[in-house]
């Protein structure tokens, strides 16, 4: 006997149901990135998502993705904070307008590179992700940085969030 079938009949009504929803939700991505979720993929991830956990770990990831990108975005307007403080200190202090001037293309490079490494942060948290969902069997998941597959599992990620939430 198969795995599904000695799961009964209940298990084989659930699988059928997130199977038909992930094939719905596939039809109403972009065309060149449903070729890259074929129908196999849906039937592993429908299988997954009738075992549990899944939806579990995607709701700890989202909690954890948004609070690291609260934390980043508070470290930005800080940074942003002190360079304005900076500028205001130089004009109670009288300093000449080039100083100033070469203060603010200053402080526009370093925001530049603080938002490099903001970004970074933020990549190396996708590779986490990634890392966590492959290691806990999510079909689909897998390190990459390639950004057509990264957009393929923000779908898979969409349609498991929406699966967790009934929204289909």
């Known amino acids: 006997m198969s795995d ?3 799961q009964g009949p209940d298990y084989q009504e659930r699988l059928y149901n997130l199977l038909s929803k992930l094939q719905k ?3 109403e991505i972009p065309a060149q990135l449903q070729q890259r979720i074929p129908y196999e993929l849906l039937a592993s991830l429908a299988a997954s998502l009738a075992q549990g956990q899944i939806l579990e770990i995607v709701k700890m990831l989202t ?51 603080h ?12 590779s986490d992700q990634q890392v ?7 079909p689909g998941f897998f390190v990459t940085n390639n950004p057509t597959e990264i957009q393929v599992q923000m779908y898979l990620l969409e349609f498991i969030v929406k699966i967790g939430n009934k929204d289909v």
């Open 4 to 6: 599904t079938s000695s």
């Open 132 to 138: 966590t969902l492959e290691r806990a069997g999510v």
């Open 115 to 126: 938002d490099m490494k903001l970004v970074t942060q933020l990549d190396q948290k996708v």
């Open 63 to 113: 909690e954890v993705q948004q609070a690291t990108e609260k934390h980043l975005f508070q470290q930005r307007l800080q940074f942003i904070n002190n360079q304005k403080m900076e500028k205001q200190d130089m004009i109670v202090k009288n300093f000449p307008q080039q100083k100033i001037a070469a203060a603010d293309a200053r402080f526009k490079e370093e925001l530049k590179q």
């Open 25 to 27: 939700m596939a039809t």
